[in-house]
């Protein structure tokens, strides 16, 4: 069965063409900067909102229209399987992940998710091998079912953190079976709602000795896989443990997991935290710890996760830049977490949704290149802090100057001069640079 037939096969035609079922802007082969798009994108299809989800919501029942039901959830679960694979080959996707419970049903016990779970990923890794489509990370949907209400790793409950610790056990040996190079941690459940029945200190110690068995796990099994922490500050739980950026590194530096762990930040997930995507990469960036994005946006008018298809291209310049000013994604990448609107739920949306998110990253990537290459931030910040490159700034960024000294220094140089920023006239001038 052919679950796309309304696309064969979807291609570069350039930014003039009448074919909605083509890339205007995203041109695989073309190289930017000493790299093809591809390899710098690196894109991803995520599973859950591609192929579970149904377009229901808080006030609304399912209307998206798909094709792959079965008479079984494990008939289900094996043509979506097909139809992944199918559109990914079409859309020239080199990647995709995604949470155990996406991929197969749960069933009535533990060990019959398992022996479900044997079943698809035998299936997936044929498709694997047929296309030479990648696992870019998967995870375990710690979250969803009523055991975890009250956390998993951080729950109340010593055995749901046991089996929380089974599904991830699960997850790191598929991994290795299929070849993965990431392996994803997002705290769903982990926070709390009230620190009048928590203790914080325990919570938080259990995660770490939970992301710890995972490290440990992993060498037993030989599986060189980078591991990522997902950051977000709330929505299920009001205080969640990995808010933003930085309280994940200050969680993975506290426990000695910072040699094991990177980030993988969602753009969403940034601006419901009050920052912005660009200042989450480079806040993970300071920490040598950037690892994957999670490829979306939200609604300024909206306090929640919208999940929506990226189409702002000032943000994905900006983002672009970070990932440019890292070297690079690898071995992370682009992943869509992003989830068509519920009034768009035909078969033909989920095409276009993903074309209009890679075509925005494209002209992301060629914008953040040309800011690369004529130098733009770089002359500023050089121009904004040059008095640190000579004189009392460079002999404080050397280690030369203390307390007394710069005392000394600023009695006979107490009349100070500060320099505009011009911040206006950089943005307006940012703006010649969107494609």
């Known amino acids: 069965m052919e679950f796309f037939p309304m696309i064969k096969k979807v291609k570069y035609e350039g930014p003039k063409t009448e074919n909605i079922y083509a890339y205007r802007h995203y041109n695989p082969e073309e190289v930017v900067l000493g790299k093809t798009m591809k390899e710098h994108l690196r894109f991803s299809m995520a599973w859950w909102h591609t192929l579970t989800q149904d377009g229901s919501d808080p006030f609304g029942a399912a209307t ?17 399987v097909e139809a992944g694979f199918e559109l990914m080959e079409k859309m020239g996707f080199e990647f995709f992940c995604f949470h155990d ?10 060990q019959e998710f398992f022996d479900n779970l044997d079943v698809i990923t035998d299936l997936i890794k044929e498709k694997m091998d047929q296309t030479g489509i990648k696992l870019l990370w998967n995870t375990a949907n710690m979250f969803t079912n009523p055991r975890f209400v009250h956390g998993a790793a ?10 929380a610790a089974a599904q991830v056990k699960k997850g790191l040996e598929i991994s290795k079976k299929l070849g993965g190079k990431n392996y994803v941690f997002w705290g769903g459940r982990e926070g709390y709602e009230s620190l ?17 068995m995972a490290v440990d796990y992993a060498k037993e099994l030989n599986h060189e896989v980078q591991f990522l922490i997902e950051p977000k500050p709330m929505e299920p739980s009001k205080h969640q443990y990995d ?6 590194m200050a969680f993975l530096q506290k426990y000695n997991l910072d040699k094991h762990f990177k980030l993988n930040l969602e753009a969403n997930h940034a601006t419901l935290a009050g920052h912005t995507f660009e200042h989450e990469m480079a806040v993970a960036r300071s920490y040598n710890a950037l690892g994957s994005l999670d490829a979306n946006q939200g609604d300024v008018m909206l306090g929640w ?30 992943n869509f977490d992003a989830k068509v609107r519920r009034s768009s739920f035909s078969m033909e949306d989920l095409v276009l949704a993903h074309i209009a998110g890679m075509d925005t990253f494209a002209r992301g990537l060629k914008s953040a290149a040309k800011l690369k290459e004529d130098g733009f931030f770089d002359k500023e910040i050089e121009r904004r802090y040059k008095s640190y490159t000579t004189g009392i700034g460079k002999s404080i960024v050397d280690g030369k100057e203390n307390l007394k000294t710069l005392t000394e ?20 001038r940012l703006n010649d640079y969107l494609v």
């Open 64 to 80: 998206n229209v798909r094709n792959w039901f079965g008479e079984t959830p494990m008939e289900t679960a094996k043509n979506r």
């Open 101 to 110: 419970v996406d991929i197969a049903p749960e069933g009535d016990t533990l």
């Open 154 to 163: 951080s729950s109340s409950n010593a055995e749901v953190f046991a089996y």
């Open 196 to 212: 009048l029945n928590t203790d914080l200190q325990l919570e938080q110690d259990n995660m770490a000795r939970f992301f710890h």
């Open 243 to 248: 808010f933003d950026a930085a309280t994940a």
């Open 305 to 334: 996760d919208t999940d929506e298809f990226p189409t702002n291209i000032y943000d994905t310049t900006l983002a672009m830049y970070q990932v440019l000013e890292n070297g690079g994604i690898a071995p992370g990448g682009i």
């Open 409 to 428: 220094y600023a009695l006979q140089h107490d009349q100070i001069e500060n320099e505009p920023n011009h911040l206006e006239f950089l943005k307006s």
